[in-house]
């Protein structure tokens, strides 16, 4: 399960182990993967794209292979409210060539060493078909398809804190280069590495967290800078490959200043007052505004569900630039109870289905659920031009298949909480009722309420917010600080940046600080449940 606290960031190459001897397919995986380009000769652009793929790695006892398959990308310079591959028309003969050449996907084979091969089309005729027609058109496929950092790293058996191995890497336009991979974590699973690139005309360095049964990315960040070569450009590219299987939080993970300015804000809250001992004047304390048996303010009840999925809708919005129109999706409900928009509905997203007037399946337009959580605040909507919509209809849908679509039907598990009991214990005591929530005194007037990773998964649980109190049991002022769960340290350059895999086991952290010592703590536990729904989207006309 998911809290609020996540919701508050608002936004390789050959096989596993070596002597595997087995042949073995894996089933496809969706992956996210942004590439950002910026050439010298216009640096301002972002050549690069964003999308999401499938990948499917074979493996044989020396060698093996990769099928990419792209399940929607769009170029990073692409005009505002441009769909990406999603505004592809069967209909005009360009657009039926390079959605042929999709669809059927692209392979690198891997050498017993782990290098990579150039990357194909799996379609020979379509992409044969498009390079006669624009050769830059067709290769601009090959570099769009090629989901860059999305190979397995090739890892010796035995891998230990500290060693060393150079593992070969490939990247479009530019082709191969080797990495040097230094181990700074492993287990009996999975490794987390550095990347570091040093070749004549080309630096890089980068991290990544691995799978060490197949050698495939968990998460892969790095940064590479080619020296203009030919008639090639100097160019930035920077990677982000993310699997879609532990439904990540990107946002801190990519971007070094907003992780930084995070980061320096939480120490700096820290260490000046009231949370570092010194007492402030009363401005800086409240007393909680929710009374004991009320939902917090985030809190979404099950009672304001069905006049949320009153007003579910789905529309098709024309491209920027023409081509297939966009399909945009909205839940316009008021889920909040007070007056500022506080409440944020989390949903465990499943199966989506597309159905015709007569509410049958529509069995030919099969839609492919990308991220696994939905957050829903007041006035939800979300465009299929934005990498966060949560699915994705087929490839060059055709016009008259779109036109057939009266309802999107999504399976969720929705997240809502209802009020359960409330308990009052003396400082250094344990809760009864919680046992994943811990109370960490700091001293007389700090408290730090913990909870586990762990007791916040599954389909129920509890929520604890704590109330200091002093001898008598009266409520203290306080002031809080709700840190996100992510691993919190000061680095200096991307390199350092920490993925968001490392952050998964990370607890759920409330910092309080109050005006007088504490001497109880009413805790004031919610149950949170994920409660089975069916979301119908009618089409808006």
Known sequence: MTTTLYVMMVALCCSAAAGAVKAAVANPELYYVLHSVHNADAPDVDAGNVGFHRATLFTEAQAGSVHLQPLWIRSADAPERDAGTAALDPRATVDADIIAVLRAGFLSTLASTGAPSPLRSADADAFARLKKHDPQLAQRQLQMGQAAGLRPLRLPVALHVGQHVRVPMTIEPHGPFMAEVRVLDVSSETALLALKVAEKGLRGGGRAAVRLSDGMPIELRMQLAFDARGRQPASLHQVHVATMRHAPHLEMAQDLGLYQDYVGQVQQALAGGPFDGRQGGPSMYSLSEVPAGELQPHMVASEAL????????????????????????????????????????????????????????????????????????????????????????????????????????????????????????????????????????????????????????????????????????????????????????????????????????????????????????????????????????????
């Not at 659920?369 to 605040?377: A, E, F, K, S």
């Not at 309420?449 to 203290?476: C, N």
């Not at 200096?492 to 309080?512: F, G, K, M, N, T």
């Open 306 to 541: 069905p006049a949320l999925e009153r007003n579910m809708w789905f529309s098709w919005m024309q491209a920027a630039g023409g081509g297939e129109a966009g399909l945009a999706i909205g839940a316009l409900s008021r889920l909040s109870r007070g007056r500022t928009d506080e409440a944020v509905l989390v949903a465990q997203l499943g199966p989506v289905v597309a159905l015709d007037a007569a509410g049958d399946v529509l069995a030919d337009v099969v839609v492919q659920t990308v991220l696994p959580q939905l957050y829903l605040g007041d006035r939800f909507t979300a465009a299929e031009h934005e990498p966060g919509f949560p699915f994705r209809l087929p490839l060059g849908l055709d016009l008259s298949v779109r036109e057939r679509i009266h309802m999107l039907r999504a399976t969720v598990m929705a997240e809502v909480y209802r009020w359960q009991s409330e308990e009052t214990i003396p400082l250094h005591h344990a809760s009864s009722v919680n046992a994943g929530v811990e109370l960490q005194s700091i001293s007389p007037t700090r408290l730090s309420v913990v909870h586990a990773r762990a007791s916040q998964q599954g389909s129920v649980g509890l929520w604890t917010v704590a109330v200091p109190l002093d001898a008598q049991g009266k409520e203290i002022p306080a002031r809080q600080l709700s840190v996100l769960p992510l691993v919190i340290r000061e680095v200096s350059a991307q390199d350092e940046l920490p993925l968001a895999w490392e952050s998964r086991d990370v607890p759920y952290r409330v910092e309080i600080a109050t005006q007088a010592p504490i001497h109880q703590v009413q805790l004031r536990h919610y149950l949170w449940t994920l409660e089975p729904r069916m979301w119908d989207f009618h089409k808006r006309q």
